[in-house]
């Protein structure tokens, strides 16, 4: 099992999480959140420590959004390519980019290496998955999640 197939696994799981399923079910997605969880708080750390490298720029950068953007109904600000203020933010932005040149290019190569490298590395110890019975998977469940979870064999059938 490698890496990037834990990433694809936890996501169907979260999304699991979300479905309205019965205890059995809900507790099955827990105890297997739980049992990749090692694997997924490593994966957080590389991740973290490669946003360090352009912690500088992305501080800059989100001044910029706020300035530009667009507040969400969530509360977050954020600007697409079709905003009118969109060319304003890109002006403001390139200088930027070029400020931060050598850190983003660090930066490219640390998540080329991540995706590329370590991403496609088996994990260590194959994880022990909590098994659930296909009868309590509820109806609403996505054709993505259930193949994800058929493919880790998460389902018994009998």
Known sequence: MKRKDILNLNAALNE???LDGNIKFR??????????????????????????IIKDFDEE?????????????NGTVQI?????NFPKYEKELKPL???Y??????????MKEYVDKILDEDIDTI???????????PDSITNGALNMLMTNG???DY
């Open 127 to 137: 994880p022990a998955f909590f098994m659930i019975n296909v009868d309590n998977i």
């Open 101 to 110: 040149k050598e850190e983003l290019k660090k930066y490219d190569e640390s």
């Open 27 to 52: 507790y099955g997605i827990m105890r297997n959140r739980d049992a990749i969880s090692k694997e997924i708080n490593i994966l957080k750390q590389i991740e973290e420590e490669n946003r360090k």
């Open 154 to 156: 998460i389902i018994k």
């Open 80 to 84: 697409a390519v079709n905003d009118e």
């Open 97 to 99: 980019a070029e400020k």
């Open 16 to 18: 699991c999480l979300e």
């Open 61 to 73: 950068r989100n001044v910029l959004i706020l300035k530009y953007g667009k507040e969400l109904k």
